[in-house]
């Protein structure tokens, strides 16, 4: 996780996966008590780019998340 352009307002997330994870995706919300959250999900693509290591082949996913309101906590998750 990084900061943003505006580090008031969005943040990087990054991870690396195996090959065979083609699709990568954040999911997102507003940090609240229990699983609330849940229910205001929102969701964004990564972009995807293929790494080449000696030990193998990985994939790098990235996404930006914007809009965030400061002073607000949020959740987020990675999957595919």
Same mark, same amino acid.
């Given at each position: 996780?990084?900061?943003?352009?505006?580090?008031?307002?969005?943040?990087?997330?990054?991870?690396?996966?195996?090959?065979?994870?083609?699709?990568?995706?954040? !999911?997102?919300?507003?940090?609240?008590?229990?699983?609330?959250?849940?229910? !205001?999900?929102? /969701?964004?693509?990564?972009?995807?780019?293929?790494?080449?290591? %000696? %030990?193998? !082949?990985?994939?790098?996913? /990235?996404?930006?998340?914007?809009?965030?309101?400061?002073?607000?906590?949020?959740?987020?998750?990675?999957?595919?």
């Amino acid at each position: 996780l990084n900061l943003g352009a505006d580090a008031s307002r969005s943040v990087v997330v990054n991870w690396r996966t195996d090959i065979h994870q083609k699709d990568g995706w954040v !999911q997102f919300a507003k940090a609240s008590t229990g699983t609330q959250f849940l229910s !205001q999900l929102d /969701s964004l693509k990564s972009t995807t780019t293929l790494l080449n290591f %000696e %030990e193998g !082949q990985a994939l790098y996913h /990235s996404a930006i998340i914007r809009g965030l309101e400061p002073g607000n906590s949020y959740v987020y998750r990675v999957g595919n």
